[in-house]
């Protein structure tokens, strides 16, 4: 049984770019949740996908977006980027409430 | 609003020792508490998951425990290894609509051969 996965692995931008992350979740989970993770910090939820849509978001600014689809993987899309949205992006899922299983992460680093 | 400290930030011990990891919490209403390891550049992996309703869970050398009145739970972690090596994150989910985690800046510790 595969786990989460995230694509891609690493991942460099320059200042004011567009990037997009996928996720794909653990087979049976429904619920996709990311977070971001600076370096020396605790992750930071950014927001939630249920049944496609946007179930809860944390004190992120609009640049950051989301989707999921029908087969339940997500993607998080970054705007505008700025040097401080370099961090580890991390993808969980679970079983609606239940359990968060977190993915690898991809690395971004915004020049 | 609900705020996770872990203490201490970075730890180092000689291999055999047992240690404990702290976690408090400011919110005593949570849904559960869960302690993940953190390798570096890596993702979590999780460790033990405590349920609001229980006291303390074991895995192997783990064993977590909660106290939800006082808003602490605590990792000890017997007969150390340098494979421990990493940091330790804490997370309570309060939950509700969503099961949403809230993070401690986590426990980096290195055990020494």
């Known amino acids: 049984d595969a786990g989460v996965t995230q694509s891609p692995t690493h991942l460099i931008k320059t200042r004011g770019q567009q990037v997009t992350l996928r996720c794909s979740p653990k087979?049976?989970?429904?619920?996709v949740s990311w977070y971001q993770q600076a370096l020396g910090q605790g992750p930071q939820f950014i927001f939630q996908?249920?049944?496609?849509?946007?179930?809860q978001r944390g004190n992120f600014p609009d640049r950051f977006s989301g989707h999921q689809f029908p087969n339940y993987s997500s993607e998080l899309n970054v705007n505008a980027l700025l040097l401080g949205d370099s961090a580890l992006y991390l993808c969980?899922?679970?079983?609606?409430?239940?359990?968060?299983?977190f993915g690898p992460g991809t690395r971004l680093t915004v020049l | 609003k609900q705020e996770v400290t872990q203490i201490p930030a970075a730890l180092s011990v000689p291999e055999g020792e047992n240690l404990v990891l702290n976690c408090s919490f400011t919110?005593?209403?949570?849904?559960?508490l869960q302690w993940f390891r953190q390798d570096p550049g890596k993702g979590l992996t999780s460790l033990l998951l405590?349920?609001?309703?229980?006291r303390e869970q074991t895995s192997g050398r783990l064993n977590a425990s909660l106290d939800k009145s006082s808003g602490r739970s605590t990792l000890y972690i017997a007969a150390s290894q340098p494979g421990d090596s990493a940091t330790y994150l804490c997370?309570?989910?309060?939950?509700?609509?969503?099961?949403?985690?809230?993070f401690g800046t986590g426990t980096l510790l290195a055990v020494q051969p």
């Open positions: 996908y249920y049944e496609e849509e946007e179930r």
């Open positions: 405590i349920q609001s309703s229980q």
């Open positions: 919110d005593s209403a949570i849904y559960n």
């Open positions: 997370a309570v989910s309060g939950g509700g609509a969503t099961n949403k985690l809230i």
């Open positions: 087979s049976g989970h429904d619920t």
């Open positions: 969980a899922s679970s079983r609606s409430t239940n359990e968060q299983f």
